[in-house]
């Protein structure tokens, strides 16, 4: 973005907030987020960091694969878990499959997904960080960038469609780069023309691993994209749990009530490493990431709680070591866990198991052994 | 028993599934108001409502991802495809997101979708519109895959397509839309994954699906009159492939040859050559042969563009030669 152009009074690229930075909330705004969601939305954004910070420890160690974590980028999807209503459905990107969590999630399951093994839900079949849990209406993603949005609002379509699923509304989620595909395109134009019950939310992180958002975009902001699809779009402060809570209660609320589709930029910054198999420090410079450090979105949520009197160094404390703790006793428990079984690999490539698979199944099963690597 | 068009039996199909179940819906540009660039969906919208036929914005990717989505929470799209041509940009939903959702879900989430329209050539529609993108779809695991010949099979294999759990592409043909075949009354569902032997004979099986059925049996035809009998199995199902039917026949035959629109290279009819040389290959008296279309991109010159497609005089040349060959 071409800061120079840039103006906090400028309808167009208005960055909406409510925390403000001496821990106080805005008065002129009626954020809704009571004492208790903001302490839970900091247990989850608190454990959430734990949980990334301890995963990509362990791929350094060699003992998972892979890892993309959201470490600064917290706020979206932990609001977004508890903004949303049971019956919503979630159609996430990388950074945001921790909404799952809030929604009643078993940490447990979430992990095993990471060690693909007998304790993984999708028995050993999607990287880490590609979960998905029918029970709480979250659903597979591809890596492949984009093709979720569309999904979202189909599911949204549908929801239209059937007659007794009035009051569901579906939520699809992109990082900036995503904007630059047709798949974005597709979805922001037909959410519009259908007027879907959907918001997408676009988490702009600045970075598409080492490309820049100018690089996707001459846009002056991603929000002002919303406006040449006749649906609002609505700039917020990403790092702003209070402010992202709003914008999505309200986003949500006006899809559910027939006010059709909102389109949410949440202006964010990825401070950690894309996934595990890239360096940052290749391309951008640790001066940039030091002021995001400076707007981290668990350190102004504490502000805001500990200005309230409800938190304090050694409920945090105590918070982060139980969080830990859990973890660490979950990954003991799964961590060596066997492998899901060889011959499931054929089940769940169609409903029923066909002929050809059957033969491949038995052939597998009495063949010879792969190496056991 | 009625004497009707392809079209209107895949049209009947979509009437009797859609009225007798509601989560099933048609999407696609041009279905609705204009009731189908083929006519196939004539009707449909004034039958159903907007609700239930819906015309789209032109994003084959889009609207297949909008019915992708709309599966994942448990209604049935039927997505049109102007032509199978038009899948090209939405390869990447179909392969990567509707054949994998079960899987990489550990079977929690479904897609229970058909994706539906023209395939292979048109006359003279050019390169860009006249591929024959079975070839690419049947390698896909996850996906059922059909290409009926008969409007019978149209309507029966239609109706199987919506009613399965699974991603099914049904592929038609532009050429048979005003094709007439009788279709029982009751036509109910056809199982896939069945072949149907269409025409039985003793010295060659020729294999072949939609269009290049006609052409097998013109072919035939022709070879009855210098005393070859030719058996044809129509494939009907790409994805599974039957190849119990296919084995049968060239067990009986000793010799095969398959015919289809699209490439030599790779393809449904090395598919089909691989099994029968593998589960056949005592019972086989020569080598078994492909009629394709030949290794170019689609003319558009009508001579050029007949010149390219298999027609029954390849087929009559291929079959003889094996016949030559085996009577040494």
Not at chain 1, 204 to 208: E, F, I, K, T
Not at chain 1, 219 to 225: F, L
């Given at each position: 973005m071409d800061t120079a152009v840039v103006s906090e009074t400028d309808p167009d690229v208005m960055l909406f907030r409510v925390l403000r930075d001496d821990g106080t909330a805005d008065p002129g705004v009626d954020h809704g987020m009571t004492d208790a969601v903001a302490l839970r939305a900091y247990f989850e954004m608190r454990r959430l960091r734990a949980l990334d910070a301890r995963m990509i420890l362990l791929q350094r160690q060699g003992r998972v694969g892979f890892y993309g974590a959201a470490t600064g980028q917290e706020a979206v999807p932990i609001a977004s878990g508890l903004a949303l209503a049971k019956q919503d459905w979630v159609f996430p990107a990388l950074r945001e499959q921790s909404v799952m969590l809030v929604r009643g999630y078993p940490l447990r399951d979430y992990i095993g997904q990471v060690f693909g093994n007998a304790a993984d839900n999708l028995k050993g079949r999607q990287p880490p960080s590609h979960q998905a849990g029918k029970a709480v209406h979250q659903v597979s993603w591809s890596p492949v960038i984009g093709p979720q949005i569309p999904q979202a609002v189909g599911a949204a379509m549908a929801m239209r469609m059937a007659k007794r699923r009035p009051h569901e509304i579906a939520v699809g989620y992109c990082g900036d780069g995503a904007t630059s595909q047709p798949d974005f395109h597709a979805a922001m134009n037909f959410a519009g023309v259908f007027k879907a019950p959907v918001v997408i939310i676009c988490q702009?992180?600045?970075?598409?691993i080492s490309v820049p958002t100018a690089k996707q975009t001459a846009?002056?902001?991603?929000?002002?994209?919303a406006r040449a699809y006749g649906m609002p779009g609505v700039r917020v402060d990403g790092n702003d749990v209070l402010a992202v809570y709003k914008v999505l209660r309200d986003a949500f609320a006006c899809a559910r009530s027939g006010g059709g589709p909102t389109f949410v930029e949440a202006v964010t910054y990825r401070m950690g490493a894309h996934t595990t198999s890239d360096d940052p420090k290749l391309y951008r410079s640790d001066s940039e990431v030091e002021a995001w450090a400076k707007k981290d979105p668990i350190d102004r949520l504490r502000r805001y709680l500990e200005a309230r009197g409800l938190m304090d160094d050694a409920r945090d404390t105590k918070l982060e070591a139980d969080a830990s703790a859990e973890i660490v006793s979950i990954i003991r428990e799964v961590e060596e866990l066997a492998a899901p079984s060889l011959a499931s690999m054929f089940d769940d490539v169609y409903a029923e198991l066909p002929w050809n698979l059957r033969e491949q199944k038995a052939a597998l099963e009495s063949g010879p052994r792969a190496p056991k690597h | 028993m009625r004497n009707i068009r392809f079209r209107e039996a895949l049209r009947e199909a979509m009437i009797e599934e859609m009225e007798r179940d509601d989560r099933v819906f048609l999407m696609g540009e041009e279905v609705g108001h204009y009731q189908g660039a083929y006519k196939v969906s004539e009707g449909m919208l004034e039958k159903f409502g907007e609700k239930r036929v819906i015309d789209t914005p032109i994003a084959e990717g889009g609207f297949a991802g909008i019915g992708v989505g709309a599966a994942m929470v448990g209604l049935r799209p039927i997505i049109e495809f102007m032509t199978w041509n038009f899948s090209a940009v939405a390869f990447d939903q179909i392969l990567n997101n509707a054949a994998k959702v079960r899987q990489m879900s550990g079977g929690q989430l479904t897609c229970p979708i058909v994706f539906r329209g023209p395939n292979g050539s048109a006359r003279q529609v050019g390169s860009q519109h006249s591929h024959s993108m079975e070839h690419f779809y049947a390698t896909v695991p996850g996906l059922k895959l059909v290409a009926p010949s008969f409007p019978a099979d149209a309507k029966g294999l239609m109706k199987a397509a919506i009613r399965d759990d699974n991603p099914v592409l049904v592929m038609e043909s532009e050429t048979l839309y005003g094709v007439k075949g009788d279709v029982p009354d009751d036509q109910d569902a056809i199982p896939l994954g069945k072949a149907a032997v269409v025409r039985e004979g003793k010295d060659v099986t020729i294999v072949a699906y939609s269009r290049m059925t006609h052409v097998a049996l013109e072919a035939a035809a022709a070879l009855e009159k210098d005393g070859i009998s030719a058996e044809i199995v129509d494939l009907r199902s790409l994805r599974p492939l039957d190849e119990d039917t296919i084995v049968a026949s060239v067990q009986k035959t000793h010799r095969c040859v398959v015919v289809h629109e699209g490439w030599p290279y790779g393809g449904v009819g090395a598919e089909v050559s691989d099994r029968v040389q593998r589960l056949a290959f005592d019972a086989l008296d020569a080598p078994i042969l492909r009629v394709t279309t030949w290794d170019v991109p689609m003319p558009y010159n009508a001579k050029l563009e007949l010149a390219c497609l298999p027609q029954p005089d390849r087929v009559v040349a291929a079959v003889k030669q094996l016949v030559r060959r085996a009577q040494g």
């Open positions: 702009n992180n600045h970075w598409s846009s002056r902001t991603i929000a002002i994209k | -």
